[in-house]
T-cell receptor, first 111, second 111 residues
């Protein structure tokens, strides 16, 4: 079984809808991250969490919120989706080292 | 402000030859650098890393070189194999808190 899982893998939604992307991990890591990937822009950090009580904004947090429900779970929400949030979204985890372990990604399309 | 830059969006190399992927950074505080490899429909996977106290790190066919004075790192793959065809991201961090990624280079190995 995969160490980092993301649900759903693909989602199409309409402008203005609320949507939640979920991430679960079995690696036992305290640190979790949400990124988005856009063509030509690489991976950009949305939010990150170093433990259940710790939430930090990344470089592009506007329009997003997160919830760290447990050590193993980190959810990303789009309160009112807009078309420029169409992207690939990745969850990642790490322990105290720099190396991060990524999930398979969620392809989100906002129409 | 792009702190980590990969100026070549794509690179094609013949099988068996050397692939050289380049990355430049602007933040002199970065103290650890990583390379990730990404196949379509999968999350990025860690490939190799280097600390700022070293100038070279080798792992099998993969070698990363760091030139701190030039703020430049490169990934060498020798010999290149068809399975190496992927998108490669360089990333940098200081204090192991969060990674800043480059925009990626798509490597195509020609049989």
């Amino acid at each position: 079984d995969a160490d980092v899982t993301q649900t759903p893998r693909n989602r199409i939604t309409k402008t203005g809808k609320r949507i939640m992307l979920e991430c679960s991990q079995t690696k036992g890591h305290d640190r979790m991250y949400w990124y988005r990937q856009d063509p030509g822009l690489g991976l950009r950090l949305i939010y990150y969490s170093f433990d259940v009580k710790d939430i930090n904004k990344g470089e592009i947090s506007d329009g997003y919120s997160v919830s760290r429900q447990a050590q193993a779970k980190f959810s990303l929400s789009l309160e009112s989706a807009i078309p420029n949030q169409t992207a690939l979204y990745f969850c990642a985890t790490s322990d105290l080292g720099a190396e991060q372990y990524f999930g398979p990604g969620t392809r989100l399309t906002v129409t | 402000d792009q702190q980590v830059k990969q100026n070549s969006p794509s690179l094609s190399v013949q099988e068996g030859r050397i692939s050289i992927l380049n990355c430049d950074y602007t933040n002199s505080m970065f103290d650890y650098f990583l390379w990730y490899k990404k196949y379509p429909a999968e999350g990025p996977t860690f490939l190799i890393s280097i600390s700022s106290i070293k100038d070279k790190n080798e792992d099998g066919r993969f070698t990363v070189f760091l030139n701190k004075s030039a703020k430049h790192l490169s990934l060498h793959i020798v010999p290149s194999q068809p399975g190496d065809s992927a998108v490669y991201f360089c990333a940098a961090t200081f204090g192991n808190e969060k990674l800043t990624f480059g925009t990626g280079t798509r490597l195509t190995i020609i049989p």
